[in-house]
């Protein structure tokens, strides 16, 4: 087991979703800097055919497979592959804990999508490890419990999100200064300008088309109803101790500036660049230092103009109903959250409309047992209900 007090070794990671859209360009920013980091872990849902590859390249140490048909596919797999003998495979939440509460690594990658991220960041975080954090989930449900075990125990939360990796960097030096606003952007989807009488009868296929960046289905549909913004603002609110209206959302579609901070004395500093999540993620690995990279360098010349508009919340409802779970707190931002995993899920399997979503996220927050101040257990409950309740109504 390697050290972590030795700092003349390699940076040992782990990546909780490996196979997914920020996983994949985590283990591309590593395979560029071979000299500077080890993978020790990584996990999958179901993917096993990369999967088997990213094993068979990176020989990480200890591995999960979510997903209980998928782990047994493996086991016969491995019976007959000689390059997959000694490597440790874990199954379900059991194995994400596995990977998560080693206390060898120095870094837990959080990039798997849904509440299933929050208990292995907490079993990380008691190991003071830092945490790379791109599973909105964490601080949107459990934020406040969250950064108070981080200070704790001395782990650092470095965000990888585009946008609160533009607001951390801004911060940067910044100790000492009030901040007066976070101005968060947002590219405004796939239906930036629609009307609501144009996105009654939307098909998942147009939610999908997203004009800036390529994500997982999940993220995609959040982001074409601004449900995206909405969580990142809540993620805002825990990361950088401001309230809900000093977060301020402009839609920017041409996605170059990826976040502004306004301080109390009316400057504004912006952190700029080409759409490459490679960028935010080589810096939460490699933090406080900025290593080089052949990624894509950004022409203003190019771009030409930068524009911002208010996003409108008549069209996109989700946006209001995270600001409204953010100012009320509780409970009501993890049933935010978890009814629209649900209701996300359902629209993606053409089960409900695209404003279903808001509707029964709405009416899930109303019908819920509200708890002001929730402990972890509650959250997990709450989780739970969220999902029967859901389920039930919408079966």
């Not at 849902?45 to 020989?59: A, G, M, P, S, V």
């Not at 047992?369 to 919408?394: F, M, Q």
Request: glycine share 6%.
């Amino acid at each position: 087991m390697l050290n972590k007090s030795d700092n003349n070794r390699k940076k040992l990671i782990s990546i909780l979703g490996s196979t997914g859209s920020i996983g994949t360009q985590t283990l591309d920013v590593v395979r560029k800097k071979p000299d500077l980091f080890e993978v020790e872990g990584i996990s999958t849902n179901k993917n096993l055919d990369l999967f088997i590859d990213q094993i068979k390249e990176f020989r990480p140490s200890i591995a999960t497979i979510f997903d209980k048909d998928a782990y047994e596919r493996f086991q016969v797999i491995k019976t007959i592959d000689q390059d997959l003998i000694g490597i440790e495979v874990y199954q379900g939440l059991e194995g994400l804990i596995k990977i998560a509460s080693s206390k060898s690594i120095d870094t837990l990658v959080t990039a798997v999508v849904g509440m299933i991220g929050l208990v292995p960041t907490m079993e990380a975080i008691k190991n003071s490890t830092d945490i790379a954090l791109a599973n909105k989930e964490t601080l949107v449900t459990a934020g406040k419990l969250v950064m108070e075990a981080a200070k704790k125990y001395g782990s650092k939360i470095l965000p990888v999100d585009s946008e609160h990796s533009a607001i951390f960097q801004c911060l940067n030096g910044e100790e000492n200064n009030k901040i007066d606003k976070i101005l968060l952007t947002a590219s405004g989807g796939p239906f930036r300008g629609k009307s609501k009488e144009d996105l009654i009868n939307v098909k998942k296929e147009d939610a999908l088309k997203h004009p800036n960046w390529t994500m997982g289905q999940k993220i995609t549909i959040d982001s074409s109803t601004l449900m995206n913004k909405g969580l990142e603002v809540i993620e805002a609110r825990w990361l950088f101790d401001v309230d809900a209206k000093d977060i301020v959302v402009h839609v920017h579609p041409q996605s170059i500036v990826h976040s502004m901070v306004q301080f109390k004395d009316s400057s504004v500093i912006a952190q700029l660049g080409c759409p490459d999540m490679r960028v935010p993620i080589q810096y939460a690995l490699t933090y406080p230092n900025r290593l080089d990279s052949d990624f894509e360098r950004l022409d203003l010349f190019e771009v030409a103009s930068l524009s911002f508009e208010k996003p409108d919340l008549e069209v996109f409802p989700c946006l209001r109903l995270a600001y409204e779970a953010l100012e009320h707190g509780g409970t009501d931002c993890a049933v935010l959250n978890s009814a629209n995993e649900v209701l996300v899920d359902m629209f993606l399997k053409d089960k409900i409309g695209y404003y279903d979503i808001p509707k029964y996220i709405d009416m899930a927050i109303k019908s819920h047992k509200y708890i002001a101040n929730p402990s972890l257990e509650d959250i997990l409950d709450i989780d739970l209900w969220t999902r029967v309740y859901l389920n039930g109504i919408l079966a």
